[in-house]
């Protein structure tokens, strides 16, 4: 029997694509792949602990077929996660730390293939300049817009969901940072309508950490970049607060899973009085904010 084990090893790691049995971190489940049908789904998790209603929202739409997680940095460890918690065929994991991994033409397929992909936290920074003009944005937008399967991300894979992202390839800004000189740490690190493409969030950033790290003050800033720079209007932000998510279904309606808040905000009056290099921000009476 041992002898037999191994050789069905020398036959799995020495076939195939290399690269793509290289950057997969392991299989859960059955490897064999499965299509079922999926229902488009967005979810905008804010890090720390996941929340398992929300992983189990994304499982019921996709059908229980294949699962994949990607991420730059990190393990296996949502294998076993998400397969333990509820039906699906298997999970795998592709670790994409470069752009020449992003061009793998085999690892966007299995993207293409999943019937629900999870984008892990780490740092934003990464995936935007890995992963932007490459297959594997192809296949995430793929899976959102043509397939219609369950999208999700925590923390940095939650921040590149929205269709006006944060990017912080210069740094991270904090909020009174961010509030002391709109320019200075953010610089040019908001993009607009480049990268990930799901439905619903037009003119609108996420931010995640929300309550933990006090990111009200930056995610305020951020929208009113997007006046100030682009004349965007009816601009709106998503805060996701730890250990909680926003979950928002194919007809466009939010269920917020987890044991914080999600915060809701949306241009309330006229852009702000001053908004510029080197200065305070100044929005009196800016955003509305809904807290749930």
Same mark, same amino acid.
């Given at each position: 029997?041992?002898?037999?084990?191994?050789?069905?090893?020398?036959?799995?790691?020495?076939?195939?694509?290399?690269?793509?049995?290289?950057?997969?971190?392991?299989?859960?489940?059955?490897?064999?792949?499965?299509?079922?049908?999926?229902?488009?789904?967005?979810?905008?998790?804010?890090?720390?602990?996941?929340?398992?209603?929300?992983?189990?929202?994304?499982?019921?739409?996709?059908?229980?077929?294949?699962?994949?997680?990607?991420?730059?940095?990190?393990?296996?460890?949502?294998?076993?996660?998400?397969?333990?918690?509820?039906?699906?065929?298997?999970?795998? !994991?592709?670790?994409?730390?470069?752009?020449?991994?992003?061009?793998?033409?085999?690892?966007?397929?299995?993207?293409?293939?999943?019937?629900?992909?999870?984008?892990?936290?780490?740092?934003?920074?990464?995936?935007?300049?890995?992963?932007?003009?490459?297959?594997?944005?192809?296949?995430?937008?793929?899976?959102?817009?043509?397939?219609?399967?369950?999208?999700?991300?925590?923390?940095?894979?939650?921040?590149?969901?929205?269709?006006?992202?944060?990017?912080?390839?210069?740094?991270?800004?904090?909020?009174?940072?961010?509030?002391?000189?709109?320019?200075?740490?953010?610089?040019?690190?908001?993009?607009?309508?480049?990268?990930?493409?799901?439905?619903?969030?037009?003119? !609108?950033?996420?931010? !995640?950490?929300?309550?933990?790290?006090?990111?009200?003050?930056?995610?305020?800033?951020?929208?009113?970049?997007?006046?100030?720079?682009?004349?965007?209007?009816?601009?709106?932000?998503?805060?996701?607060?730890?250990? !909680?998510?926003?979950?928002?279904?194919?007809?466009?309606?939010?269920?917020?899973?987890?044991?914080?808040?999600?915060?809701?905000?949306?241009?309330?009056?006229?852009?702000?009085?001053?908004?510029?290099?080197?200065?305070?921000?100044?929005?009196?009476?800016?955003?509305?904010?809904?807290?749930?």
């Amino acid at each position: 029997m041992k002898n037999i084990f191994i050789f069905y090893l020398v036959l799995l790691f020495s076939s195939g694509d290399k690269s793509l049995v290289a950057q997969s971190l392991g299989i859960t489940g059955d490897a064999a792949d499965v299509t079922t049908t999926t229902t488009q789904g967005i979810v905008l998790m804010g890090g720390g602990t996941d929340v398992d209603a929300a992983i189990k929202w994304m499982i019921n739409k996709s059908g229980g077929g294949d699962f994949v997680v990607i991420r730059a940095s990190g393990t296996n460890a949502y294998n076993s996660y998400i397969y333990g918690l509820g039906s699906v065929n298997s999970v795998e !994991t592709f670790l994409i730390n470069s752009s020449t991994l992003a061009q793998n033409a085999s690892i966007a397929q299995a993207i293409r293939n999943a019937e629900g992909l999870f984008i892990a936290g780490g740092d934003q920074s990464d995936y935007v300049t890995y992963w932007k003009n490459s297959p594997i944005e192809d296949a995430i937008n793929y899976l959102i817009n043509t397939k219609k399967a369950p999208v999700g991300g925590t923390s940095a894979g939650c921040a590149i969901l929205t269709k006006v992202y944060y990017s912080a390839i210069s740094s991270s800004v904090t909020s009174s940072e961010a509030l002391a000189d709109p320019y200075g740490s953010i610089g040019q690190d908001i993009s607009y309508d480049d990268f990930i493409s799901s439905p619903f969030l037009d003119n !609108t950033i996420s931010d !995640t950490h929300y309550l933990v790290r006090g990111r009200q003050g930056r995610h305020a800033t951020f929208l009113a970049r997007m006046i100030k720079d682009k004349s965007l209007t009816n601009v709106k932000g998503i805060g996701v607060d730890e250990k !909680t998510a926003v979950c928002i279904d194919e007809t466009g309606k939010a269920i917020v899973f987890g044991s914080s808040n999600a915060v809701f905000i949306r241009q309330f009056c006229n852009g702000p009085e001053t908004c510029a290099a080197g200065q305070k921000l100044t929005w009196n009476h800016g955003v509305k904010v809904y807290s749930v």
